[in-house]
């Protein structure tokens, strides 16, 4: 089942002074239970596209599809995850995944019991009552993740998730993430500037050209592995990462 479909989407920024193509003629879709990396060129329009999907921005031409239905604005089908946690601070960590069904006046019992359903499920029930700075940089993330999950979207967008970890953290907490999204049976859309990251999360990762970026290869990653970590033990990761990393550098 088709998830999400971008056809011949394009972007152009306006100013007084000038226009800039951001995006040109993105062509993309994504099957259920999918999980794809976005790489490209720094500046190339990654996080632009996860803007559109989301309906953050509306595209200067073709059209956006989710669930069959065009995005027009921002909705609970989308949950997006971004580069830092950003919960707050003074709330306490069950406050904060309970934040988005708050927001869209949906703090029901069901939704109520959901939260608590994946807090013991990933492993901070016991830090509910805790705030965010009480708790390590992984187990933050975590429950950023929780968080996004509590609306019960269709579709994950992580704008790099992990950047802002040191890297032993940040292999442990991709792994920790995968799990969890595969487990909730979640289709998600990941950009990224690691490339060794796409190779071990993504089914198919989509290399992007330059600005204004087009689509300029699709590859299929089958490298036999149940996790991230895994996935990096095995002789075809370098292999991949050569192939993809030759393609983002021309």
């Given at each position: 089942m088709e998830i999400l479909k971008m056809n011949n989407v394009s972007l152009t920024y306006q100013t007084v002074e000038q226009e800039t193509k951001a995006i040109e003629n993105i062509t993309l879709s994504i099957e259920d239970g999918e999980f794809i990396a976005l790489v490209g060129p720094s500046g190339c329009g990654k996080t632009t596209i996860l803007s559109l999907i989301s309906g953050l921005m509306k595209p200067s031409g073709g059209t956006i599809t989710l669930m069959g239905k065009p995005v027009e604005r921002p909705g609970s089908e989308t949950g997006y995850m971004l580069q830092r946690d950003m919960l707050f601070e003074w709330r306490t960590i069950e406050k904060n995944i309970l934040l988005g069904p708050e927001i869209h006046r949906n703090l029901s019992d069901e939704v109520k019991g959901?939260?608590?359903?994946?807090?013991?499920?990933?492993?901070?029930?016991?830090?509910?009552?805790?705030?965010?700075?009480?708790?390590?940089?992984?187990?933050?993330?975590?429950?950023?993740?929780?968080?996004?999950?509590?609306?019960?979207?269709?579709?994950?967008?992580?704008?790099?998730?992990?950047?802002?970890?040191?890297?032993?953290?940040?292999?442990?907490v991709c792994?920790?993430?995968?799990?969890?999204?595969?487990?909730?049976?979640?289709?998600?859309?990941?950009?990224?500037?690691?490339?060794?990251?796409?190779?071990?999360?993504?089914?198919?990762?989509?290399?992007?050209?330059?600005?204004?970026?087009?689509?300029?290869?699709?590859?299929?990653?089958?490298?036999?592995?149940?996790?991230?970590?895994?996935?990096?033990?095995?002789?075809?990761?370098?292999?991949?990462?050569?192939?993809?990393?030759?393609?983002?550098?021309?």
């Open positions: 959901k939260a608590e359903d994946l807090l013991k499920k990933y492993g901070l029930w016991e830090f509910r009552d805790r705030y965010p700075g009480q708790l390590s940089g992984g187990m933050r993330q975590r429950a950023a993740l929780i968080r996004t999950l509590a609306l019960d979207p269709k579709l994950l967008l992580l704008d790099e998730p992990f950047s802002a970890l040191d890297f032993q953290t940040r292999l442990s792994n920790d993430v995968y799990e969890i999204i595969k487990s909730e049976k979640k289709t998600a859309l990941l950009v990224t500037h690691d490339i060794s990251e796409a190779v071990s999360l993504a089914d198919r990762i989509v290399v992007l050209s330059a600005r204004p970026a087009v689509v300029k290869k699709t590859f299929v990653i089958d490298i036999d592995a149940p996790t991230p970590l895994k996935r990096r033990e095995k002789s075809e990761f370098g292999k991949w990462f050569d192939t993809i990393w030759k393609e983002v550098s021309v």
